[in-house]
């Protein structure tokens, strides 16, 4: 950190100005403490203290099986908890060798798919609201909201989803799925369009968005950056697009991407997103049959309640599975998908046993 | 279609690796500790390779195996769309790996939390300080010897009196 006058200023007298921001401030969504280092209004340097949130998952990890973890999965992004459910699911089943049915692959995407758009706009309606923009934010959280009511007819919450299990979900799409989609979509698509009308071409709001917070191609893919960071300064890197997993390749969407890698162009991404997101849940809705949403293996998914209270075998492999767990082969595995901000990537070690070694990648430890 | 990677790397630096492995389709190689900036180096720079992003740096505690630390690279190129593991393996007794900020500026916070979190030493990283827990923090949490309860608190638990 440095705190020396700049030369052309020397007859200001004037000199950076260092400010701790946080841990707890009201303009931060979560802990976290920025020692920065001003001059006037411009950032020069900062230094970020992250632990404030530290959970230890990967340590709690450890004494779990691999269903256990699912709930923590769910924290690791609270607005976008399907996503990391599904990575961790596709993650297990990848060092397993299983194939859940497809009804259960497309359930997974239009459920990720939701949990991309409740992130998008819960990061433009906060963006919009740091520069004073309540309106676009109410209407943001509005747009989440119908997200959030349809999310929570699927999986039983609004946040702490822990939908998937490996080899499978908890249970299919609610009968009325489809006529709730269609009213959400519908809501939600007409407050995207106020929110692109209030903000896209707003003076205020260009002018405080565009070149701000600059980044260059070069740098964010040195500095690992993915997700919409990454898209806005025009690479197209998309984990759908790039290593398709579920059905990606079974459906057609842009990738949107940006130019000048500023925050205004990351808005623009992630503003894209949401509609290419529509647009793939309507094609996943119009493309899935009726079937099974579990593989038929017992000894990876639990047996169906009436095999557990009157077969023998069925109570077997229910005891088994919930004492001992799935059994993981021992090696190593890497397991990744695209998240609400980018690549969220699981490395997990296994011994063969339940127990395991687990460490995960997240975007936002890249780029936030 | 990265099996060709790996080839690259025995091929240019057939001292440099221990072992290979593809287990679930993960390309991975196990390097000697002396190599690991010049493969790096190599993997970034060459065009075939073009290893330009970092995606994760974590350290592994096989707890009763020797060498009983692992650090782990995955490495990611977006214009030829293939991915590597990069391991180095590493005794207790002497826990250091060179740093590979040089080469990436990225895995700067991943160097810092395998330290933090495992004890491995980064040679040559210019700010090696612990990243999620506190500066008081004593021991390296996510090491097997490690208690799953081992709490530290700053503060003492307030304790109701025992005697009125």
Avoid at chain 1, 98 to 119: A, L, Q
Avoid at chain 1, 149 to 171: D, M, P, Q
Avoid at chain 1, 323 to 330: L, Q, R
């Amino acid at each position: 950190m440095t705190s020396t006058l700049r030369k052309e200023d020397d007859h200001l007298h004037s000199e950076y100005m260092q400010i701790a921001m946080g841990p707890s401030h009201p303009a931060m969504h979560g802990t976290v403490q920025m020692l920065l280092t001003l001059d006037g209004e411009t950032v020069v340097d900062v230094d970020v203290r992250i632990g404030y949130l530290h959970r230890g998952f990967e340590k709690m990890s450890e004494v779990c099986t691999y269903n256990q973890v699912i709930p923590y999965t769910d924290r690791l992004n609270y607005v976008s908890p399907l996503c990391n459910n599904v990575g961790w699911a596709l993650t297990i089943e990848k060092a397993l060798g299983i194939k859940p049915p497809e009804r259960c692959d497309y359930i997974r995407m239009i459920v990720c798919e939701m949990s991309r758009m409740s992130d998008h706009l819960t990061s433009i309606g906060a963006g919009s609201l740091e520069l004073g923009g309540f309106t676009p934010f109410l209407y943001a959280v509005q747009a989440r909201e119908e997200v959030w009511e349809v999310i929570e007819e699927v999986t039983g919450a609004r946040l702490t989803t822990s939908y998937t299990r490996v080899g499978g979900v908890t249970a299919d799409l609610p009968e009325n799925f489809g006529e709730r989609w269609v009213h959400a979509k519908h809501e939600v698509e007409r407050l995207i369009v106020d929110i692109d009308k209030l903000l896209t071409r707003n003076r205020i709001f260009y002018d405080r968005m565009a070149g701000v917070g600059v980044i260059s191609a070069e740098d964010a893919v040195d500095y690992g950056f993915t997700g919409p960071a990454l898209r806005s300064t025009g690479v197209d890197y998309d984990v759908r697009t790039y290593a398709p997993y579920l059905f990606y390749d079974r459906v057609e969407f842009d990738v949107p991407v940006g130019k000048h890698g500023d925050n205004y162009d990351r808005y623009l991404v992630r503003l894209e997103e949401i509609r290419q997101s529509i647009r793939i849940i309507d094609q996943c809705l119009e493309q899935m049959q009726p079937g099974p949403v579990r593989i038929d293996d017992w000894s990876v998914i639990l047996p169906p309640k009436d095999a557990v209270y009157n077969t023998i075998e069925g109570m077997i492999a229910h005891f088994k599975l919930i004492m001992e767990g799935v059994k993981v082969p021992a090696g190593e595995v890497y397991g990744y998908v695209e998240g609400g901000n980018g690549e969220v990537g699981y490395y997990v070690v296994s011994d063969g046993s339940g127990s395991f070694n687990v460490s995960d990648a997240p975007p936002s430890t890249r780029s936030t | 279609m990265s099996h060709k990677v790996v080839e690259a790397i025995l091929d240019r630096f057939p001292d440099a690796v221990v072992s290979t492995h593809a287990l679930h389709g993960d390309d991975t190689v196990v390097l000697r500790r002396e190599y690991l900036l010049e493969v790096c180096r190599f993997l970034k720079d060459d065009p075939e390779m073009d290893f330009k992003m970092p995606i994760d740096v974590c350290g592994v505690d096989y707890l009763g195996r020797t060498p009983r630390f692992e650090v782990v690279y995955h490495l990611f190129s977006v214009t030829k769309r293939q991915r590597v593991r990069l391991k180095v393996q590493l005794d207790e007794s002497d826990l250091e790996v060179p740093s590979v900020i040089s080469v990436w500026k990225g895995v700067d916070w991943f160097e810092r939390e395998a330290w933090d979190m495992y004890g491995v030493r980064f040679a040559g990283h210019p700010d090696l300080r612990r990243i999620l827990m506190y500066e008081e923090f004593e021991g390296h949490p996510l090491r097997k010897d490690y208690p799953q309860r081992g709490y530290q608190p700053l503060m003492p638990m307030p304790t109701l009196p025992t005697e009125v």
